[in-house]
């Protein structure tokens, strides 16, 4: 058994040492610096089945959600130069309270402008003139299509009667022609019959002279009706000789106006091109588009002001978060967080987010957000679908409705740099030491997969 030396010098020296009893260390002491030692050396094997709490880590800033409230710049509208402003950097504004003017580098260009209007107008006046005459001529065409078509096809009409006049002269010719031929040949017969005296000479006579009359006759209506068809057919041609005739008269016509309308149609864009820039080279005021504060004033007024150029930048407003600009469904103000990529798959919406807001103190406990003081709770509203030129995601994380508010506006202001940790499974300290040790990534359970699709969105 070991002693203290104390001790053993007193057994050695004797029990008549009072300043060697003295310097003993108290038993209690003693014993106290044991419990300490043996809480040091157990405290870490304790801690290792203590619940650690997995987190997704990013930086990022406040933002609006609403696009329209976030920082918007404040262009020039014309060619010119600054002339005055009528507000400093930090001035709140309204909407429509003025900003800035300008002036135009050119002082007669409105006046070139204008003059430049007013040939346009002449020119679009005689174009529509144009297009109002060539319709005209359009309608008059097509009135004397009908007429010469209605007249056409009246004499079409009168060759036709013609046609079947002569035809029913044809029939009753040919009828004749076919009575007068056998009565011919049957006196004929009688005349030159052996017995003698059963028909004269004279009938003979007469009936060759009614068979030839009957031939003639009938001659004459077969020429009839060929002059007839001739008629008909010729009367026809010319009906679609008038018809092609004044239809591609009127195509032409159609033609014309096609191109007048066009023409119309382009002095009417340099009309609305050449309004557009009066009124832009009017526009000498600038105005705030909504309610917000002046964060920047880019171009200087001073010494008569820069020249700038349409579209060029002369302010930076930051818009007012209005929540009745924004629907009721979506948040006023977000965090916009960048996490790496190995760290997406781990990320769903709805995770619960601590957040650490840059300026407002706080003392963060990753792996116990229980204890953690200053942070304020948030949810995963967005994950963007593609990564950005450094391979981060980008998340929006919305308040939480169920954890302490978000600081006000005043305070919490859009670009207020911030940091968060999305909240994932509950481990054991030991096994998130064995996990970091060995480089292995956080786990989460997966949602089955739909195996009768190969590809496609994962179920919600």
């Known amino acids: 058994m070991l002693h203290h030396p104390i001790e053993r010098y007193s057994t050695v020296l004797g029990p008549n040492l009072p300043s060697l009893q003295l310097a003993r260390t108290p038993r209690m002491a003693r014993r106290l610096a044991n419990l300490v030692v043996l809480a040091l050396v157990g405290l870490p094997f ?55 003017e300008m002036v135009d580098n050119d002082p007669n260009l409105e006046l ?15 174009a529509e003139a144009r297009v109002l005459d060539i319709e005209a001529r359009i309608r008059n065409l097509e009135d004397s299509r009908r007429l010469a078509i209605d007249v056409q096809t009246s004499i079409l009409r009168q060759e036709q009667a013609r046609v079947q006049a002569a ?29 003698g005296g059963l028909a004269s000479q004279r009938d003979v006579e007469l ?19 060929k002059l007839a068809k001739a008629g008909e057919a010729a009367t026809r041609d010319n009906l679609s000789k008038i018809d092609a005739d004044t239809k591609a008269m ?103 987010v601590r957040l650490q807001f840059e300026g407002w103190p706080a003392v963060q406990f990753v792996g116990w957000p229980s204890v953690a003081v200053g942070t304020f709770g948030g949810r995963v509203y967005l994950v963007d679908p593609t990564a950005n030129d450094k391979g981060q995601f980008r998340i929006l994380v919305e308040p939480d409705p169920n954890d302490e508010p978000w600081p006000d506006q005043d305070y919490l202001r859009q670009g207020v740099r911030a940091q968060g940790w999305v909240l994932l499974s509950e481990v054991t300290v030991g096994w998130e030491l064995w996990r970091q040790l060995n480089g292995f990534p956080p ?16 179920a919600k």
């Not at 359970?445 to 994962?458: A, D, F, M, T």
């Open 46 to 100: 304790l801690l290792l089945g203590v619940t650690w709490t997995q987190s997704v880590h990013g930086m990022g800033r406040a933002i609006a959600f609403n696009p329209v409230q976030r920082p918007q710049f404040i262009v020039s509208p014309i060619e010119g130069r600054v002339k005055k402003w009528f507000v400093v950097e930090g001035d709140r504004v309204k909407a429509g309270q003025r900003i800035v």
């Open 112 to 126: 070139r402008l204008l003059d430049e209007e007013r040939a346009i107008l002449d020119r679009l006046r005689a």
């Open 167 to 195: 035809e029913q002269e044809l029939l009753e010719a040919k009828a004749a022609l076919e009575a007068a031929e056998p009565n011919y040949r049957r006196q004929k017969e009688l005349f030159e019959n052996k017995l």
């Open 207 to 225: 009936a060759k002279q009614a068979l030839d009359t009957a031939i003639a006759k009938h001659r004459a209506a077969e020429a009839r009706v």
């Open 250 to 352: 009127i195509n032409l016509e159609l033609a014309h106006r096609r191109s007048a309308e066009a023409d119309v149609a382009n002095i009417r864009r340099e009309k609305a091109q050449i309004e557009v820039r009066i009124a832009r080279q009017r526009a000498q005021y600038v105005d705030a588009p909504t309610d917000g504060v002046v964060f920047r004033l880019l171009a200087n007024a001073e010494q008569g002001g820069i020249l700038v150029r349409p579209g060029e930048r002369l302010a930076i407003l930051v818009p007012d978060i209005n929540p009745a600009l924004t629907p009721s469904d979506h948040p006023g103000i977000v965090v916009e967080l960048q996490i790496d990529g190995n760290d997406l798959p781990l990320v769903r919406k709805g995770d619960p």
């Open 443 to 458: 786990v989460r359970e997966l949602h089955p997969k739909n195996k009768s699709r190969i590809l496609g969105p994962v």
